[in-house]
Protein backbone atom coordinates (compact mmCIF):
# COMPACT_ATOMS: atom_id res chain seq x y z
CA UNK A 1 0.00 0.00 0.00
CA UNK A 2 0.78 3.63 -0.77
CA UNK A 3 2.28 5.31 2.00
CA UNK A 4 1.06 8.47 2.58
CA UNK A 5 3.72 11.36 2.96
CA UNK A 6 1.77 14.36 4.52
CA UNK A 7 2.48 18.04 3.22
CA UNK A 8 1.48 21.06 4.73
CA UNK A 9 0.11 23.69 1.91
CA UNK A 10 -0.92 27.44 2.13
CA UNK A 11 -4.32 27.39 0.82
CA UNK A 12 -6.82 30.47 2.22
CA UNK A 13 -5.37 33.90 2.72
CA UNK A 14 -6.53 35.82 5.98
CA UNK A 15 -9.18 37.93 3.58
CA UNK A 16 -11.08 35.03 2.72
CA UNK A 17 -10.81 33.08 6.36
CA UNK A 18 -12.27 36.52 7.49
CA UNK A 19 -15.32 36.66 4.67
CA UNK A 20 -16.13 33.28 5.91
CA UNK A 21 -16.16 33.30 9.48
CA UNK A 22 -18.02 37.15 9.59
CA UNK A 23 -20.38 35.53 6.86
CA UNK A 24 -21.31 32.36 9.29
CA UNK A 25 -21.60 34.48 11.91
CA UNK A 26 -23.83 36.99 9.80
CA UNK A 27 -25.89 34.20 8.56
CA UNK A 28 -26.94 32.39 11.83
CA UNK A 29 -28.04 35.31 13.35
CA UNK A 30 -30.07 36.81 10.28
CA UNK A 31 -31.44 33.17 10.41
CA UNK A 32 -32.72 33.08 13.80
CA UNK A 33 -34.14 37.10 13.20
CA UNK A 34 -35.87 36.15 10.38
CA UNK A 35 -37.64 33.44 12.13
CA UNK A 36 -38.73 35.40 14.78
CA UNK A 37 -39.94 38.22 11.93
CA UNK A 38 -41.73 35.21 10.19
CA UNK A 39 -43.32 34.15 13.78
CA UNK A 40 -43.68 37.32 14.83
CA UNK A 41 -47.60 37.38 15.08
CA UNK A 42 -46.95 33.83 17.31
CA UNK A 43 -44.76 35.58 19.62
CA UNK A 44 -47.29 38.45 19.62
CA UNK A 45 -44.90 40.78 19.02
CA UNK A 46 -46.49 44.36 18.64
CA UNK A 47 -45.88 46.97 15.83
CA UNK A 48 -42.65 48.58 18.08
CA UNK A 49 -41.15 44.72 18.55
CA UNK A 50 -41.33 44.05 14.94
CA UNK A 51 -39.87 47.17 14.02
CA UNK A 52 -37.41 46.66 16.56
CA UNK A 53 -36.37 42.80 15.37
CA UNK A 54 -36.45 44.01 11.50
CA UNK A 55 -34.08 46.98 12.77
CA UNK A 56 -31.21 44.54 13.84
CA UNK A 57 -31.54 42.29 11.25
CA UNK A 58 -31.27 45.43 8.91
CA UNK A 59 -28.17 46.07 10.76
CA UNK A 60 -26.56 42.75 10.78
CA UNK A 61 -27.72 42.54 7.32
CA UNK A 62 -25.47 45.60 6.37
CA UNK A 63 -22.11 43.33 8.00
CA UNK A 64 -23.58 41.01 5.52
CA UNK A 65 -23.68 42.72 2.65
CA UNK A 66 -20.52 44.60 3.03
CA UNK A 67 -18.61 40.98 3.66
CA UNK A 68 -20.31 39.36 0.93
CA UNK A 69 -18.85 42.74 -1.25
CA UNK A 70 -15.42 42.38 -0.04
CA UNK A 71 -15.38 38.79 -0.73
CA UNK A 72 -16.89 39.42 -4.37
CA UNK A 73 -13.74 41.53 -5.01
CA UNK A 74 -11.59 39.73 -3.33
CA UNK A 75 -12.16 36.67 -5.81
CA UNK A 76 -10.61 39.51 -8.41
CA UNK A 77 -7.25 40.38 -6.52
CA UNK A 78 -6.62 37.71 -3.87
CA UNK A 79 -4.43 34.73 -3.84
CA UNK A 80 -4.87 32.09 -6.47
CA UNK A 81 -7.46 30.24 -4.40
CA UNK A 82 -9.38 33.28 -4.14
CA UNK A 83 -10.21 34.19 -7.28
CA UNK A 84 -13.16 33.60 -9.03
CA UNK A 85 -10.91 32.33 -11.80
CA UNK A 86 -9.91 29.05 -9.85
CA UNK A 87 -13.31 28.61 -8.40
CA UNK A 88 -15.55 29.49 -11.08
CA UNK A 89 -15.65 26.38 -13.52
CA UNK A 90 -14.23 27.78 -16.00
CA UNK A 91 -11.81 27.14 -19.23
CA UNK A 92 -13.73 23.71 -19.82
CA UNK A 93 -13.47 20.68 -18.79
CA UNK A 94 -15.00 20.65 -15.48
CA UNK A 95 -17.74 17.80 -16.16
CA UNK A 96 -14.63 15.89 -17.19
CA UNK A 97 -13.18 16.84 -13.35
CA UNK A 98 -16.18 16.32 -11.73
CA UNK A 99 -16.69 12.53 -12.95
CA UNK A 100 -13.13 11.86 -12.43
CA UNK A 101 -13.28 13.01 -8.67
CA UNK A 102 -16.38 10.95 -7.85
CA UNK A 103 -14.92 7.73 -10.06
CA UNK A 104 -12.09 8.19 -7.64
CA UNK A 105 -13.74 8.27 -4.31
CA UNK A 106 -15.50 5.49 -5.22
CA UNK A 107 -12.82 3.00 -6.01
CA UNK A 108 -11.45 4.48 -2.71
CA UNK A 109 -8.49 6.31 -4.08
CA UNK A 110 -9.98 9.89 -3.51
CA UNK A 111 -8.23 12.83 -5.22
CA UNK A 112 -7.30 16.18 -2.94
CA UNK A 113 -7.44 19.88 -3.87
CA UNK A 114 -5.89 22.61 -2.63
CA UNK A 115 -8.76 24.72 -3.27
CA UNK A 116 -12.28 23.70 -3.44
CA UNK A 117 -12.93 20.11 -4.98
CA UNK A 118 -14.91 19.82 -8.04
CA UNK A 119 -18.07 18.93 -6.11
CA UNK A 120 -17.23 21.92 -3.27
CA UNK A 121 -17.59 24.16 -6.78
CA UNK A 122 -20.87 23.32 -7.14
CA UNK A 123 -21.82 24.19 -3.96
CA UNK A 124 -19.52 27.50 -3.24
CA UNK A 125 -21.37 28.56 -6.73
CA UNK A 126 -24.85 28.09 -5.25
CA UNK A 127 -24.25 29.38 -1.94
CA UNK A 128 -22.93 32.91 -3.08
CA UNK A 129 -26.23 32.81 -5.57
CA UNK A 130 -28.18 32.63 -2.70
CA UNK A 131 -26.24 35.08 -0.41
CA UNK A 132 -26.51 37.63 -3.15
CA UNK A 133 -30.30 36.81 -3.57
CA UNK A 134 -30.63 37.34 -0.19
CA UNK A 135 -28.38 40.59 0.06
CA UNK A 136 -30.12 42.51 -3.16
CA UNK A 137 -33.55 41.47 -2.03
CA UNK A 138 -32.84 42.51 1.70
CA UNK A 139 -31.79 45.79 0.89
CA UNK A 140 -35.13 46.80 -0.72
CA UNK A 141 -37.10 45.66 1.64
CA UNK A 142 -35.23 47.16 4.20
CA UNK A 143 -36.14 50.26 1.90
CA UNK A 144 -39.54 49.18 1.30
CA UNK A 145 -40.60 48.08 4.76
CA UNK A 146 -38.65 50.29 7.68
CA UNK A 147 -37.52 52.92 4.99
CA UNK A 148 -33.68 52.43 5.62
CA UNK A 149 -30.98 53.22 3.38
CA UNK A 150 -29.78 52.70 0.51
CA UNK A 151 -33.90 53.18 -1.27
CA UNK A 152 -35.00 54.13 2.28
CA UNK A 153 -35.21 57.97 1.48
CA UNK A 154 -36.42 57.29 -2.08
CA UNK A 155 -39.63 54.82 -0.69
CA UNK A 156 -40.52 57.91 0.91
CA UNK A 157 -40.68 60.37 -1.41
CA UNK A 158 -42.72 58.25 -3.13
CA UNK A 159 -45.33 57.24 -0.72
CA UNK A 160 -45.61 60.40 0.77
CA UNK A 161 -48.72 62.28 1.07
CA UNK A 162 -49.28 65.54 -0.68
CA UNK A 163 -47.77 68.23 1.58
CA UNK A 164 -46.02 65.85 4.07
CA UNK A 165 -42.13 65.77 4.25
CA UNK A 166 -40.83 62.43 3.57
CA UNK A 167 -38.86 62.63 6.30
CA UNK A 168 -42.18 62.46 8.66
CA UNK A 169 -42.86 58.84 6.72
CA UNK A 170 -42.49 55.94 9.35
CA UNK A 171 -42.86 52.22 9.28
CA UNK A 172 -46.03 50.92 9.98
CA UNK A 173 -48.21 54.59 10.52
CA UNK A 174 -50.61 55.31 7.39
CA UNK A 175 -51.44 58.71 8.14
CA UNK A 176 -49.07 60.70 6.25
CA UNK A 177 -49.07 58.25 2.87
CA UNK A 178 -50.53 58.20 0.09
CA UNK A 179 -53.08 55.39 -0.30
CA UNK A 180 -52.42 54.61 -3.61
CA UNK A 181 -48.88 55.30 -3.75
CA UNK A 182 -48.95 52.92 -0.84
CA UNK A 183 -50.17 50.38 -2.63
CA UNK A 184 -47.90 50.89 -5.85
CA UNK A 185 -45.09 50.37 -3.79
CA UNK A 186 -46.50 47.54 -1.71
CA UNK A 187 -47.27 45.98 -5.55
CA UNK A 188 -43.60 47.04 -6.26
CA UNK A 189 -42.04 45.11 -3.34
CA UNK A 190 -44.28 41.91 -3.35
CA UNK A 191 -41.71 39.96 -6.00
CA UNK A 192 -38.48 41.13 -3.47
CA UNK A 193 -40.43 39.76 -0.57
CA UNK A 194 -41.49 36.13 -1.91
CA UNK A 195 -37.62 36.01 -3.50
CA UNK A 196 -36.67 36.75 0.39
CA UNK A 197 -39.07 34.40 1.65
CA UNK A 198 -38.28 31.03 -0.55
CA UNK A 199 -34.26 31.81 -0.91
CA UNK A 200 -34.55 31.52 3.17
CA UNK A 201 -35.73 27.89 2.56
CA UNK A 202 -33.21 27.19 -0.20
CA UNK A 203 -29.95 28.93 2.42
CA UNK A 204 -31.15 26.21 5.39
CA UNK A 205 -30.95 23.02 2.79
CA UNK A 206 -28.18 24.17 1.36
CA UNK A 207 -26.22 25.16 4.68
CA UNK A 208 -27.26 21.80 5.76
CA UNK A 209 -26.22 20.01 2.58
CA UNK A 210 -22.72 22.28 3.08
CA UNK A 211 -22.09 21.27 6.94
CA UNK A 212 -22.60 17.37 5.70
CA UNK A 213 -20.64 17.64 2.68
CA UNK A 214 -17.67 19.14 4.52
CA UNK A 215 -18.30 16.35 7.63
CA UNK A 216 -18.81 13.48 4.87
CA UNK A 217 -15.44 15.19 3.00
CA UNK A 218 -13.38 15.24 6.74
CA UNK A 219 -14.47 11.46 6.98
CA UNK A 220 -13.91 9.91 4.41
CA UNK A 221 -11.00 11.66 2.52
CA UNK A 222 -9.55 13.45 5.05
CA UNK A 223 -7.83 16.91 4.41
CA UNK A 224 -8.16 19.08 6.85
CA UNK A 225 -11.05 21.41 5.25
CA UNK A 226 -12.37 22.60 8.91
CA UNK A 227 -8.91 23.51 10.17
CA UNK A 228 -7.77 24.82 6.79
CA UNK A 229 -10.70 27.64 7.27
CA UNK A 230 -8.92 28.98 10.72
CA UNK A 231 -4.90 28.52 9.77
CA UNK A 232 -5.35 28.81 6.32
CA UNK A 233 -3.14 25.48 5.08
CA UNK A 234 -4.23 22.24 3.88
CA UNK A 235 -2.79 18.93 5.43
CA UNK A 236 -2.68 16.28 2.63
CA UNK A 237 -1.48 12.90 1.99
CA UNK A 238 -0.32 13.26 -1.68
CA UNK A 239 -0.19 15.47 -4.43
CA UNK A 240 -3.27 17.88 -5.15
CA UNK A 241 -5.11 18.08 -8.35
CA UNK A 242 -4.68 21.62 -8.19
CA UNK A 243 -1.27 22.03 -7.39
C1 LIG B 1 -28.70 35.01 4.62
C2 LIG B 1 -29.23 36.20 4.80
C3 LIG B 1 -30.64 36.45 5.24
C4 LIG B 1 -31.58 35.61 5.75
C5 LIG B 1 -31.46 34.11 6.00
C6 LIG B 1 -32.78 36.39 5.97
C7 LIG B 1 -33.99 35.88 6.43
C8 LIG B 1 -35.17 36.59 6.50
C9 LIG B 1 -36.47 36.03 6.77
C10 LIG B 1 -36.78 34.56 7.03
C11 LIG B 1 -37.36 37.05 6.79
C12 LIG B 1 -38.88 36.96 6.98
C13 LIG B 1 -39.53 36.94 5.63
C14 LIG B 1 -41.00 37.17 5.64
O1 LIG B 1 -41.51 37.83 6.55
O2 LIG B 1 -41.67 36.68 4.69
C15 LIG B 1 -36.64 38.26 6.51
C16 LIG B 1 -37.21 39.51 6.44
C17 LIG B 1 -36.51 40.67 6.20
N1 LIG B 1 -35.18 40.76 5.83
FE1 LIG B 1 -33.86 39.24 5.73
N2 LIG B 1 -32.54 37.69 5.61
C18 LIG B 1 -31.25 37.78 5.16
C19 LIG B 1 -30.61 38.90 4.72
C20 LIG B 1 -31.13 40.18 4.76
C21 LIG B 1 -30.41 41.39 4.40
C22 LIG B 1 -28.98 41.42 3.88
C23 LIG B 1 -31.25 42.43 4.60
C24 LIG B 1 -31.03 43.92 4.40
C25 LIG B 1 -29.89 44.53 4.59
C26 LIG B 1 -32.52 41.88 5.06
C27 LIG B 1 -33.66 42.62 5.33
C28 LIG B 1 -34.88 42.09 5.67
C29 LIG B 1 -36.06 42.89 5.94
C30 LIG B 1 -36.18 44.42 5.88
C31 LIG B 1 -37.09 42.00 6.27
C32 LIG B 1 -38.53 42.34 6.63
C33 LIG B 1 -39.35 42.26 5.38
C34 LIG B 1 -40.83 42.43 5.68
O3 LIG B 1 -41.31 41.90 6.67
O4 LIG B 1 -41.47 43.08 4.90
N3 LIG B 1 -32.41 40.52 5.13
N4 LIG B 1 -35.31 37.97 6.33
Known sequence: ??????KSY????VPVRLFHWVNVACVISLIAM????????????DTDGKVLIKTV???????????????????????RFARWTSILPLGGGFVKKLKT??????????QYYLGHNPKGVLAVIALFLVMMTMATTGLV???????FPPFGAMIQEWVAAAGVNPADVVPYV?????????????AFRKPFITLHYWTFFVVLGLIALHIGAVVYTEIKVGGGLVSAMFTGKKILPREPEDQ
Open 10 to 13: PVWD
Open 141 to 147: LAGTDIY
Open 1 to 6: MEKPTY
Open 101 to 110: YVAAQKAGKP
Open 34 to 45: GTVILCAKKLGL
Open 174 to 186: KDNVDTEAFKEMR
Open 57 to 79: HVYVGYVFVINLAIRLVWGLVGN
